[in-house]
């Protein structure tokens, strides 16, 4: 069993190290005209990778001899589906001079899902570390 746990932890840290890869490959392709389109392609598919694999390999560690895999995949998948649609249709829609406007109304809006998460796992951490029943 720890065995196999070692494999999926190996496994996962080789797909965010190709994910890592194809990011900065992405983002340096992002400073030439002619290789942007490409770049971008590439980065989306690195953070595709990534958020994959996460959702398909990663387990939450309970204890030193079990583990638990992600809950809520449907709500997981419906979110991804939802935002992207909500970021193609915007980004189709958007002309090239309300491209920063767009640019940091996407950044902030990961800000505020950042900001979101952390709360919900600082809570998930005090009640699972600190709370004695």
């Known amino acids: 069993m720890e065995e196999n746990l070692n494999v999926l932890d190996s496994i996962l840290t080789f797909v965010y190290l190709i994910a890592s890869v ?6 340096k ?3 030439h005209p002619e290789s942007a389109r490409r ?40 979110a ?6 909500i970021g193609v249709l915007t980004a189709r829609r958007v002309k090239m001079t309300a491209m920063p406007e767009m640019v940091s109304l996407f950044n902030g809006m990961g ?4 900001a979101l998460i952390s709360i919900l796992e600082f809570n998930h951490y005090l009640k699972s570390h600190f709370i004695q029943e």
């Open 22 to 27: 194809t990011f900065i490959i992405g983002l």
């Open 111 to 114: 800000g505020a899902c950042a």
């Open 80 to 85: 991804l589906v939802v935002g992207t649609i």
């Open 29 to 31: 392709m992002l400073s």
């Open 39 to 78: 770049g971008n392609l590439i980065a989306a598919g690195g953070m595709t990778l990534a958020i994959f694999g996460t959702i398909f390999l990663y387990q939450n560690p309970l204890n030193n001899f079990e583990r638990e895999r992600l809950h809520n995949l449907p709500l997981i998948f419906t």
